[in-house]
């Protein structure tokens, strides 16, 4: 009998579990076998298919008939099809899988995936004032990336918590932007060995992140005009960490952050290692929120590169990032250690880069909502061409840029090698270069900022 006519069976039959497990593994089936599932829509069979979940994850028997029936509810997340919004209610246990279908290429999971040297980035029809442009540009990438195996269930799982927490309204339009951000992508090739429960933490955390940074960025906020009403949510934020889970609050944000406390505070407990970085390092980044907001609010001119960098890499969560993966692995390191030279220059180099990275994918974005908008290096560099009345040239500034970003790059080569040769500051190492990579990758395959691009 092939296995769909067992599970039809068993739906229809309410057959014990247990007799359709050992079934089951007894009689797998290539893939094309199991097609008669797809037309299986009622609301019994979907129960059904969430115990399956449930038992095999229970019992780790997450076999290729697993698989298949969860990709039956939800198709492979990272499709164009599936961003579409057609996301549904999902309870799945844990599961991985071997591969992810990004645009229109696979990516082999928890393997090496070789990048070149150089990455070629292009960025089409760019406008700065009365000039439009096509920008591209070679970015050094020493380095290759893995992808975690439960990136898929991660990102499902994530984008479900953001509903329901409130972070996004339930629609069809709020959640196709999500899933088109692909956060868990991020968390997945950034730490491509957590476990799952670790690298949903992850997921959750840097799509609080992205949230956080609108109250910052998006003038829809009134947060990101008033540096008064950013400075009381962030006190709030600030009282969390401080031990104060009793905001009286009924806002989603704080609400989310208050479960991520609660989840990396215990985790710090469970692996004897001390909270208090990463609860600095949300508070530095709290403070820099505050002194962009009244640094807009006061008109400063940042069009001078010095003070744009003199502020910009600071304004990144990065270290928060690091911070929650080292906590998650139970990494050590003592006040010395955090203090050493190379370790501050290298997480000081890792900002610049993904800050960098970041101000190039979202330039379009950004002059598109503000054309007034000052707080992105290319801006930056183009009012420094202004002001030596040169020509202006998008392309001349993305060089500039560029050439800061692989400067930046390959002083970050050295002090890995340097930090390397101490056995206690490698997962650090490896966390940070998976971030700078990373962070890169997903730029560009996520639509956040309204713009994938494609390799050449």
Same mark, same amino acid.
């Given at each position: 009998?092939?296995?769909?006519?067992?599970?039809? =069976?068993?739906?229809?039959?309410?057959?014990?579990?247990?007799?359709?497990?050992?079934? @089951?593994?007894? =009689?797998?089936?290539?893939?094309?076998?199991?097609?008669?599932?797809?037309?299986?829509?009622?609301?019994?069979?979907?129960?059904?298919?969430?115990?399956?979940?449930?038992?095999?994850?229970?019992?780790?028997?997450? *076999?290729?008939?697993?698989?298949?029936?969860?990709?039956?509810?939800?198709?492979?997340?990272?499709? *164009?099809?599936?961003?579409?919004?057609?996301?549904?209610?999902?309870?799945?246990?844990?599961?991985?899988?071997?591969?992810?279908?990004?645009?229109?290429?696979?990516?082999?999971?928890?393997?090496?995936?070789?990048?070149?040297?150089?990455?070629?980035?292009?960025?089409?029809? +760019?406008?700065?004032?009365?000039?439009?442009?096509?920008?591209?540009?070679?970015?050094?990438?020493?380095?290759?990336? /893995?992808?975690?195996?439960?990136?898929?269930?991660?990102?499902?799982?994530?984008?479900?918590?953001?509903?329901?927490?409130?972070?996004? +309204?339930?629609?069809?339009?709020?959640?196709?932007?999500?899933?088109?951000?692909?956060?868990?992508?991020? $968390?997945?090739?950034?730490?491509?060995?957590?476990? $799952?429960?670790?690298?949903?933490?992850?997921?959750?955390?840097?799509?609080?992140?992205?949230?956080?940074?609108?109250?910052?960025?998006?003038?829809?906020?009134?947060?990101?005009?008033?540096?008064?009403?950013?400075?009381?949510?962030?006190?709030?934020?600030?009282?969390?960490? *401080?031990?104060?889970?009793? @905001?009286?609050?009924?806002?989603? &944000?704080?609400? $989310?952050?208050?479960?991520?406390? $609660?989840?990396?505070?215990?985790?710090?407990?469970?692996?004897?290692?001390?909270?208090?970085?990463?609860?600095?390092?949300?508070?530095?980044?709290?403070?820099?929120?505050?002194?962009?907001?009244?640094?807009?609010?006061?008109?400063?001119?940042?069009?001078?590169?010095?003070?744009?960098?003199?502020?910009?890499?600071?304004?990144?969560?990065?270290?928060?990032?690091?911070?929650?993966?080292?906590?998650?692995?139970?990494? /050590?390191?003592?006040?010395?250690?955090?203090?050493?030279?190379?370790?501050?220059?290298?997480?000081?180099?890792?900002?610049?880069?993904?800050?960098?990275?970041?101000?190039?994918?979202?330039?379009?974005?950004?002059?598109?909502? *503000?054309?007034?908008?000052?707080?992105?290096?290319?801006? +930056?560099?183009? /009012?420094? =061409?202004?002001?030596?009345?040169?020509?202006?040239?998008?392309?001349?500034?993305?060089?500039?840029?560029? &050439?800061?970003?692989?400067?930046?790059?390959?002083?970050?080569?050295?002090?890995?090698?340097?930090?390397?040769?101490?056995?206690?500051?490698?997962?650090?190492?490896?966390?940070?270069?998976?971030?700078?990579?990373?962070?890169?990758?997903?730029?560009?395959?996520?639509?956040?900022?309204?713009?994938?691009?494609?390799?050449?």
């Amino acid at each position: 009998m092939q296995i769909r006519n067992i599970f039809l =069976q068993f739906v229809q039959q309410s057959k014990p579990l247990n007799q359709l497990t050992n079934l @089951a593994q007894n =009689q797998v089936k290539p893939l094309q076998e199991y097609q008669g599932l797809k037309s299986i829509q009622s609301k019994q069979s979907k129960q059904f298919f969430n115990q399956i979940r449930q038992h095999f994850c229970a019992q780790a028997e997450i *076999d290729t008939t697993y698989k298949f029936i969860l990709m039956q509810n939800h198709p492979p997340f990272f499709t *164009d099809s599936y961003t579409k919004g057609k996301g549904q209610n999902y309870t799945g246990a844990p599961y991985h899988v071997d591969f992810v279908k990004v645009g229109s290429q696979n990516y082999p999971t928890n393997s090496e995936i070789k990048v070149s040297n150089y990455q070629r980035i292009k960025i089409d029809n +760019v406008t700065y004032k009365n000039i439009s442009e096509s920008i591209q540009g070679e970015i050094y990438s020493p380095d290759s990336i /893995k992808i975690n195996s439960y990136v898929q269930w991660a990102q499902e799982e994530g984008v479900q918590w953001a509903k329901m927490i409130g972070l996004v +309204v339930d629609t069809i339009k709020e959640e196709k932007k999500l899933y088109a951000a692909k956060f868990s992508l991020l $968390a997945a090739v950034c730490y491509p060995t957590a476990t $799952a429960e670790d690298l949903l933490a992850h997921t959750k955390l840097i799509t609080w992140l992205f949230f956080h940074d609108d109250r910052v960025d998006n003038p829809l906020y009134k947060t990101a005009t008033s540096p008064t009403l950013l400075v009381e949510l962030n006190s709030i934020l600030g009282s969390i960490l *401080d031990g104060n889970n009793q @905001a009286q609050t009924q806002d989603p &944000l704080v609400r $989310a952050f208050t479960e991520l406390h $609660a989840y990396y505070s215990q985790k710090a407990t469970e692996n004897s290692v001390e909270y208090y970085p990463f609860s600095l390092s949300l508070k530095q980044y709290f403070q820099a929120s505050e002194n962009l907001v009244q640094k807009r609010a006061d008109r400063l001119d940042t069009s001078n590169t010095d003070i744009y960098r003199q502020w910009r890499d600071n304004t990144s969560a990065v270290d928060t990032v690091i911070w929650a993966e080292l906590i998650t692995k139970g990494v /050590k390191l003592n006040q010395e250690q955090k203090d050493d030279l190379n370790v501050i220059n290298f997480l000081k180099q890792i900002n610049i880069c993904i800050c960098d990275n970041n101000d190039f994918f979202s330039f379009k974005k950004e002059l598109a909502a *503000d054309p007034s908008y000052n707080e992105n290096i290319l801006i +930056v560099l183009l /009012k420094k =061409q202004e002001a030596l009345h040169e020509t202006l040239s998008i392309q001349k500034a993305f060089d500039e840029a560029i &050439l800061h970003i692989n400067s930046s790059r390959e002083e970050l080569q050295k002090l890995i090698s340097l930090l390397n040769k101490n056995v206690a500051f490698q997962q650090l190492c490896a966390t940070g270069k998976n971030w700078d990579v990373g962070c890169q990758f997903w730029h560009q395959h996520s639509a956040r900022y309204d713009l994938v691009t494609n390799e050449k």
